[in-house]
């Protein structure tokens, strides 16, 4: 029988210097940083690592990647626990998503600028609620242009960034159409747990209380100015999902199926398999942990 690895949390005061100490790896769920990509935050830990154990080709890596603007779970594995990423990465997700209708980005989330409205009187709370019904099961979903996934050996950011510097994001929902496979992904829940009707209120975007040591990495992700918006209604929806599932292209299919837009303004990620947000040390405990 395998080793299982250490599971840091919150609580782990310390870690040992020689990784030979933890023969199974240790995995970390870590709560993501705002406005952090997910590799930001590996290679930070990793280096933190290799000075704290002392071993200059440790393996670091994550069990699934997090969008700059989402925070939450993001699993960290280290050593011999970089074996079972693909296993971690498999189980079930949820998250808790603040979704705003009546606007679109070509992003479908805040790192690009607005690009078109759309009529919202329609969109009620019950409304939602029953349209939310409707995602519940298996189906097909493209996933945003502006992702990981792979057209032809390229990544598929790589063409979105292209075409929206020739036409500012005109047809991006289009090129994702005829350049991305949909994928089967499954959501076993969908859960209205607050909704804003048109007004001057405006759900709270994600927070960046992190330690200025470490903030440079989040001064190259945008995060549009959406001021000129906060009339528009809001939600704020948990999601119970498969390995797989994009929220930002949820919150596109969503606003479609409401007659109407809808972008990304937060995102939670709660729980990946057995892993809590309750439980998840920050990134700030984690390197303190390393030194």
């Known amino acids: 029988m395998k080793p299982a690895p250490l599971i840091a949390d919150r609580n782990t005061p310390v870690l040992l210097r020689d990784i030979e100490e933890y023969p199974g790896g240790i995995v970390i769920p870590l709560d993501k940083p705002y406005r952090w990509t997910s590799a930001d935050v590996v290679r930070k830990v990793k280096y933190a690592a290799i000075r704290h154990f002392g071993k200059k080709n440790l ?5 699934g990647t997090l969008d700059p603007l989402a925070t939450g779970i993001l699993i960290i594995c280290i050593g011999n626990a970089t ?11 949820e998250y808790v998503a603040g979704i705003r209708f009546g606007a679109t980005t070509p992003s479908y989330d805040l790192e690009k600028e607005i690009d078109r409205t759309f009529p919202y009187g ?25 992702s990981a996934k792979s057209v ?5 950011y790589e063409l979105a960034r292209k075409l929206y510097r020739q036409n500012g994001g ?21 859960e209205l747990m607050e909704f804003r009707g048109s007004g001057p209120e405006a759900i709270a975007t994600g927070s960046e209380s992190i330690d200025s040591s470490i903030s440079k990495a989040s001064s190259r ?18 999601i119970v999902c498969s390995k797989g599932t994009y929220i ?11 007659e109407s837009g809808a ?29």
């Open 263 to 291: 972008y990304l303004e937060s995102l939670c990620r709660t729980r990946s398999g057995n892993f809590s947000i309750c439980d998840a040390p920050s990134l700030e405990h984690v390197l303190s942990i390393l030194d």
């Open 83 to 93: 074996k079972i990423a693909e296993e971690l990465q498999s189980h079930d997700k």
């Open 59 to 63: 393996k670091v890596g994550h069990a």
């Open 152 to 156: 032809d050996g390229v990544r598929a």
């Open 122 to 146: 329609q969109i009620t709370a019950d409304r939602i609620k029953e349209t939310l019904s409707q995602f519940i099961g298996k189906q097909e979903q493209i996933a945003p242009l502006f």
């Open 221 to 238: 992700i945008n995060v549009a100015d959406t001021s000129l918006y906060g009339h528009l209604p809001s939600a704020s929806v948990r």
């Open 170 to 190: 005109t047809g991006m929902d289009d090129a994702a159409k005829e350049l991305l496979r949909t994928s089967v992904i499954n959501i076993s829940e969908a």
């Open 248 to 258: 930002r292209a949820f919150a596109r299919d969503l606003g479609e199926s409401l």
